[in-house]
């Protein structure tokens, strides 16, 4: 879009929900972009500019490019802007304009598959319960500089204190990983558990835009706690 | 969750990894070994979701529980801040889902102020509380860019399990949880191999 004269008319619109905070009242200062580590990153395209092709109702143009993608929704632009400009609602929207099968990468699956499936990455049931219980039985014995006698992963177990997720990148592919809060939940005698389905702890639903799974994913984590009646509910990172 | 659930909040507690952690340690139920950590120095890694974000939504950051849990791991004197820190410190640059977008050219650009910010501490370790955040640093950064000293990057809970001081528990209570245990893998129906255990 650069160079080219765009004509606006009175049927430019976004289809955003726009409220003044997402976008027309930025004055354009560029607070936002100077200090955005993506700039640069995306020829024709930055965090005011974004911005700006919003308010003049373009948001086509910026849900097209990968702009909304490249941007992490780190929210330091948001945190500077002297309007108050609330960016990260604005681009996060434009993720969601993004047509789904039009979703860079994995995400979109995973969070289909999370749906469908209970966690991003489609591990079955008894595969994960078996791998807790052989990691549970190396905490147990094999660490030689810390072994955790008694130690083991408490599955949909009710009246809990803790209830706590996974995320499935760890029994996916770094298991030992895992091991890092069982020794502080051993050492500090917590009564804790996971429930052996929709255990899943992160949600990309949150990056894709895509608020519908977002919720579904929250209200699993809340079914799961109030099944085996678990009194606190560690948030995830 | 505060949006879509807020009852939530009265049904449970609800607390996040920097509530937990701060709990134990004050509370005494996990004892910390800071000679763990002799020699090492240490900086900070802020993920944009717990504190600029948590700020916006919440006016709530975890800056001073995150910092409290560290100086239970470390002496103060081997602690480096990072420049520019809290609030307005810099993505590691895999935020937003990053890790698995197909711009991983982008992604790897953006984390070169976070290399560098990194490499001016001259730290050690640099601690990562978030998985996105330390899959960049770990897997990404320190393989393209130059990060001067600095050679692990650990989880918080990973940086804790390190320093803490595991003490077995007795022999009745290793009784009373296989016994759970054994109950819990019946009603499973887990089978491990080795019979010994
Ligand atoms: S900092 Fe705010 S007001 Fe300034 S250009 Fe960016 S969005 Fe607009
Ligand atoms: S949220 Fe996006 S636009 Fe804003 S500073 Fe971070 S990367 Fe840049």
């Known amino acids: 879009m650069q160079n080219e004269t765009i004509r606006l008319s009175q049927e430019t619109k976004s289809r955003l929900e726009l409220t003044p905070e997402m976008a027309s009242r930025c004055y354009t200062c560029a607070t936002c972009s100077s200090g955005c580590p993506a700039s640069g990153l995306v020829p024709g395209w930055d965090a005011r500019k974004a911005i700006r092709a919003v308010s003049l109702g373009l948001d086509q143009e910026v849900v097209d490019s990968k702009w909304p993608w490249v941007c992490t929704l780190c929210g330091r632009c948001q945190y500077a802007c002297p309007q108050g400009i609330q960016i990260l609602k604005t681009f996060r929207g434009l993720r969601s304009l993004r047509e789904r099968d039009q979703v860079p990468g994995p995400l979109h699956k995973g969070t289909m598959m999370n749906l469908e499936r209970g966690n991003n990455l489609g591990i079955p049931r008894d595969d994960f319960l078996i791998l807790l219980a052989e990691l549970s039985v190396e905490l147990m014995e094999d660490d030689e500089e810390k072994p955790c006698p008694g130690f083991y992963v408490p599955v949909d177990k009710e009246n809990a204190n803790v209830i706590v997720t996974i995320n499935s990148k760890e029994p996916f592919s770094e298991p030992d990983d895992l091991k890092f809060w069982w020794q502080i939940f051993y050492a500090a005698k917590e009564d804790w558990t996971v429930s052996s389905t929709n255990w899943e702890g992160v949600n990309w639903g949150l990056f894709t835009g895509d608020d519908a799974s977002m919720k579904e994913q929250v209200h699993r984590v809340l079914e799961n706690a109030r099944r085996l009646k678990a009194k606190t509910i560690l948030y995830p990172e | ?197």
């Open chain 2, 1 to 197: 969750m505060k949006t879509w659930f807020p009852e939530a909040f009265e049904e449970f507690r609800v607390v996040s990894i920097y509530d937990l952690l701060v709990e134990y340690i004050q509370s005494g139920r996990i004892k910390l070994d800071k000679s763990r950590f002799a020699g090492h120095k240490v900086t900070l890694h802020e993920p944009c979701n717990y504190f600029r974000k948590s700020a916006a939504a919440f006016g709530q950051d975890y800056s001073s529980e995150y910092r409290y849990i560290v100086k239970n791991c470390f002496e103060e004197a081997d602690i480096v801040e990072m420049y520019p820190n809290g609030l307005n410190n810099h993505c590691c640059g895999a935020g937003g889902g990053a890790w698995a977008m197909p711009y991983s050219q982008e992604r790897i650009a953006y984390g070169k102020d976070k290399a560098d910010q990194i490499k001016e501490t001259g730290a050690d370790i640099v601690v990562a509380p978030c998985h996105n955040c330390r899959d960049q640093i770990m897997k990404s950064l320190s393989k393209e860019f130059d990060m001067g000293n600095c050679k692990e990057t650990l989880y918080l809970w990973e940086l804790v399990a390190q320093a803490l001081i595991i003490e077995p528990w007795s022999e009745e209570e290793v009784k009373r949880s296989h016994a759970l245990r054994d109950a819990q893998y019946e009603r499973d129906g887990v089978e491990l191999e080795s019979e010994e255990f």
